[in-house]
Each structure stands twice: as structure tokens, then as C-alpha cells.
């Protein structure tokens, strides 16, 4: 039984393929970029750096205004042919305090970002290594992990790839008593992913599995109420069979009963995911990677969505609304609040520059209560980086930080760029 009131709630999409980037141009200014825009550390994809921050690792930042984060790739070990990935510690101005390098048997490519508990101590899940006798991958199936507040690592719980899930891709939320709550995006009894529970000892429990059918498949994250209950997005399935569905908004109570609370499709959106967020009425919020009203899009561009606690969903904004999709398109990576209710978040395509391989770069947006949109930035693919995959955070003075998966040193990875953590002063 979990603990009735959650220590925190996570944030993470569904592993989301970039192409090469085309040769990048300067950054030059537009009028949607009123803010100031900074480039706090571009990765350059040596063995003391990280590289390519993409999936749904959202940054942590601490009242001493540190950043803390993951990059898929990087770092000293190698898994395979490819490296391992990393954890880091930044302070303020982007320089790095620790890097943590996974190894393979500690985890391997760590793409759910970390939540950061009251004594300083992170948690996080890594897509694949972990238990390398896993059947089901050589690489491993995953794990869980804690790091220390000095970046030393000790590994929770190993996936084995069977009914315990495999492939964990999103970030976990901590209650009060100390357990840990994620996804894995596949497995579980049926295949198609579970939600688990961690205990402080390291004790795995399978809490659901999906079958593929109304109630979802592929699960991307959760989140926790007051009450202790939990609530997520299966990014297809419901309804139609998995693939051919077009994805759920969930709820499992404290006694593990699961309920389908919203089916998406078409115009109201379709394919969520991305963590939700929850505010202090029950309102939940969240983005469809497709659907939407735009008809630039052959599955529509995406959508920005509220559910209410009775369980009516509005659309709050659809992407490409605007000629060339300049206001983004593909939204991902999850949405931040602030304390006037507008919310932030990011699309990995659409904006202003035409240098990406899917045309353009992306934006860092603002939604307003009246759903009114603005661009705070549109990324060139030069050295502001490009493709942010991730959501944003805020700080009490307004700011805006994430990362973006490509662009910054262009020379790393060329031409394509490594990625880089930003900052959007008001």
C-alpha cells in the first residue's frame, strides 16, 4: 500500500527518433524572442561530458539555483559500441560540480531525467543496462538508480525483463514513506508495459500491466495526488489494439484498481506522450505528440489538453496554428505551471528556422489561461541548440530553463551539435 501523500511528482516522450541536422546558420533574433536567451553549457561528447539530452530528463534545480540532469549518451563507459551516458551537477552558470558516467551494469542511457528528494539525494531510471543477463536485451533491461549528493551511485533495481517490466523510459515520483513510482514502456504481463512500484529496500512490485487493448499500451510516466493515487498516459491503445489506438489518460487508486479516465482521438489528440501535471483543483494537463485541429499535419501537429476532475477534456491549444507552424509543432516533454496558472513547455519541430531535418528546429512556448500562445524562443540549429525533446522548469523570478537534444558546439557530432542546457531570463 503506498503512503496517502506523494514527496514529489516527476515530469517526461516515447523514444522519439532525430535525424542528422542540416548545416546550421547563426542565431539571429526574432520578434518572439522578447527574452533574453542564454546558453548555459553546450555538451561536447567527450568522456567528461554527456551528450544528446533528449527523452523526457527534465532539468532538477535546488534552492542554491544548481541544475541537475541526464544525457542518454557520453561519458566514460561503454555499453556495446556506444557509450553509457551520464548524470551531472551544474552550478548556476553552467559549470560542471560531478558527472556521474554509467557503465552498463549500473545502467545505460539514462533518458527519464531525476527527481531530487528534500536531502539532496537523486533518483532515475535508465532505459537499458542494468541486469545484462537480461533474455530480452544484451544490454540489460534497465534499472533504477539513486545518486548521493556527491554523485555516488547506488542501483535500486535491476529489470529483469519479464512480468517485472523492461525498458524504463520515464522519470519516477517519490511518496512520503520513500517508495518510488514509474513506467516501463514495455513489458509486464502482457507486453505492452507496466506501472511499478520501488520500495526503500529495493523491492520491485508490478502494480499493472497493460494489455494493449482500452486500456493502453506504452505508458509514459506518472504522477501522484494528495490522496496518494497515481495518474499517467498510455501513449496508444484505447480506442483500438495498441498500435491502431490513439492513447489514454489513466488512474490506479491506492488499492492498484485501474480506471480509463479519457480516450484520445483526432482533433481532440491523439498519441499523449508525455507526464501529466496536476494543479490544486484536480485539473490535469498534458500534450499529444499528433491530433489537434491543425490540418498541416497528415496525424495533426499536436495539441496542449486539460482533463477536469469530472472527466471533460478540453483542448487548450493546437500546434501549427499559425502559417509554417512557426507557433511549433509536436509538442513533448511534459508542461510546467506557473503561479498565475500559464503554462511552459517545448515541440521539437516548427518555429522560425528552416535548418532541421523535419524543416524546423523547435520552440520554448508559453500558454497564457485564456490559451493564448507565445513563443519564447525559436532555435536555429546553431549554437542555441535545436530539437528540445524535454519540458522546461522555472525559477521564482520567472526564468525558464531546459536542454535540447541537438545544436550548440556544432563541431561534436558534426554538423549536428551535441546539445546544450539553456536559460530564458524574463
Not at 215 to 228: E, K, M, R, T
Not at 234 to 253: E, H, I, M, P
Request: include cysteine.
Amino acid at each position: 500500500m503506498r503512503s496517502k501523500k506523494p514527496f514529489s511528482a516527476g515530469k517526461p516522450t516515447f523514444g522519439i527518433f532525430i535525424a542528422l541536422l542540416l548545416l546550421a546558420s547563426a542565431i539571429v533574433p526574432t520578434q518572439a524572442q522578447a527574452r533574453k536567451f542564454k546558453v548555459l553549457h553546450a555538451f561536447h561528447g567527450s568522456p567528461t561530458d554527456g551528450y544528446f539530452p533528449g527523452g523526457q530528463g527534465w532539468l532538477v534545480r535546488d534552492a542554491a539555483g544548481n541544475l541537475y540532469g541526464t544525457a542518454g549518451s557520453g561519458g566514460k563507459g561503454t555499453c556495446g559500441t556506444s557509450t553509457c551516458g551520464t548524470a551531472f551537477k551544474m552550478d548556476r552558470t553552467g559549470k560542471e560540480i560531478w558527472l556521474h558516467s554509467f557503465n552498463g551494469k549500473d545502467g545505460m542511457g539514462p533518458s527519464g531525467g531525476l527527481l531530487r528528494d528534500a536531502a539532496g539525494n537523486l533518483y532515475g531510471t535508465t532505459f537499458e543496462g542494468g541486469d545484462l543477463r537480461c533474455k530480452l536485451d544484451s544490454l540489460g533491461c534497465g534499472a533504477v538508480f539513486e545518486l548521493d549528493p556527491s554523485g555516488k551511485e547506488t542501483v535500486l533495481y535491476r529489470f529483469k525483463g519479464m512480468t517485472d517490466g523492461l525498458f524504463p523510459d520515464s522519470p519516477v515520483v517519490q511518496d512520503a514513506s520513500g517508495n518510488l513510482y514509474g513506467t516501463t514502456e514495455v513489458g509486464g504481463s502482457s507486453g505492452f508495459g507496466n506501472v511499478f512500484e520501488v520500495d526503500k529496500d529495493g523491492k520491485e512490485k508490478s502494480l499493472y500491466s497493460f494489455t494493449g487493448h482500452k486500456d493502453g499500451c506504452y505508458p509514459v510516466g506518472v504522477i501522484l495526488d494528495s490522496a496518494g493515487n497515481l495518474y499517467g498516459v498510455a501513449a496508444q491503445g484505447g480506442s483500438a489494439f495498441c498500435n491502431r489506438g490513439q492513447g489514454v489518460l489513466f488512474k490506479l487508486d491506492t488499492k492498484d484498481n485501474f480506471s480509463v479516465l479519457y480516450t484520445f482521438g483526432g482533433e481532440r489528440g491523439s498519441v499523449p506522450d508525455s507526464p501529466l501535471l496536476l494543479d490544486a483543483e484536480g485539473n490535469l494537463y498534458g500534450e499529444t505528440a499528433y491530433g489537434g485541429s491543425s490540418t498541416d499535419c497528415p496525424s495533426g501537429c499536436g495539441a496542449v489538453f486539460q482533463l477536469s476532475p469530472g472527466g471533460v477534456e478540453t483542448v487548450l491549444y493546437s500546434f501549427c496554428s499559425l502559417s509554417n507552424c512557426v507557433d511549433g509543432e509536436r509538442p513533448g516533454g511534459g508542461l510546467s505551471r506557473d503561479g498565475a496558472g500559464n503554462l511552459y513547455g517545448t515541440t521539437i519541430f516548427g518555429g522560425s528556422y528552416r535548418n532541421c531535418s523535419q524543416d524546423s528546429c523547435g520552440v520554448v512556448f508559453k500558454l497564457d489561461t485564456s490559451g493564448k500562445e507565445t513563443v519564447l524562443h525559436s532555435f536555429t540549429a546553431g549554437k542555441d541548440g535545436a530539437n528540445p525533446e524535454q519540458g522546461v522548469i522555472l525559477d521564482s523570478s520567472g526564468a525558464v530553463y531546459g536542454m535540447t537534444y541537438m545544436g550548440g558546439e556544432l563541431s561534436c557530432e558534426p554538423p549536428s551539435g551535441c546539445g546544450v542546457v539553456f536559460k530564458i531570463s524574463p
